[in-house]
């Protein structure tokens, strides 16, 4: 890779951007397009670019496919829990108004947690689809 | 007029994608595709949709087809075509099927249809109030169909279980597996 010095220089420009972009898409959600499943693709768009350049090897050690499969599973875990957790506190099912003493703020909050697991979830996703893709040497 | 121009080249590209033979070229032409549907979708004003369609079909689809191509072959074998008249007719009475049932819809942007009179008012007049978020997208998407979206995160993670279960973690290894014992010697690290 050090030989080509015009991709490192634009790759180490972009990839924090496309990285910040995504997390604007993830929390700017209630305001602007995008939401969770726009910010996952997007935060592994960025990283796929990053294994492009520098090689499988040095992305899995940056995160590890095992670390993905876990990621994966906690993003729906969470989803789940916000949906337990207004269950507990007397409402239904992913009733998120329950969850804070004023309506409005409650149905924000669950927004905003259940569309951080759906990123998270969706990120996972992606980068697990990518590392089996990539990974598996021709044969 | 940019609507008609934009659908011509979606034709343009599809027939492209059915005749070209070169598996690179068409990975590249579905990234097209997916872009052309992406600024149709922006007209339409479906924004969350359209930043879908362009970061998935163009992005990460393309990538993955990439590296299924880089797995297996450029070229696509070309069988000796057989005209099948069965094939034809069902094909054909399908179609025509699909186009008949478009002509119950009613037609695109009518205030009357029923999507219109009860659902998009009650979305559009009542959530600011009930959730407090300006974008109703985010709001339905997650409120109001909640357990919809739950279900879609469900979905994807599944079809990574699926993907790990066909294709194996994908782990990088450096003392290279010896070539003899092939499909297994993927577990987790």
Redesign the interface.
Known sequence: MNQYIVLRVVSKLMIPVIMIFALY?QFH???????G??AG??F??AF?VYTLLYG??AA?KAI???VA?AL??I??LL??AF?YASMLLGGN??E?KVLLPN???G??F??IG??L??GI??A???L?????????E?? | MIDIVLLTFLVVVGVAIVRVRNLLAVTMLTGIYSLLVAILFVLLDAVDVALTEAAVGAGLLVILMLATIALTTRKEKVHAARQNAVAFVVVSVTGAALIYATLDMPPFGDPEAPAHVHLSPRFTQDSPEEIGIPNMVTSVLASYRGIDTLGEAVVIFAAAVGVLLVLGTGTVRRRRRSEDDGEEAREQP
Do not use: M
């Open positions: 898409v959600g209630e305001y602007s397009p995008g939401g499943f726009q693709i997007v592994t768009a796929i499988l090897e899995q590890s496919p095992a499969h994966a599973a993003g729906v989803f789940i949906g099912f992913l998120y309506d409005q703020a149905e924000t669950g927004i259940i569309e697991g759906v979830t969706v996972a996703v992606a697990t689809l990518f590392y089996s893709f990539a990974g598996r021709r044969r």
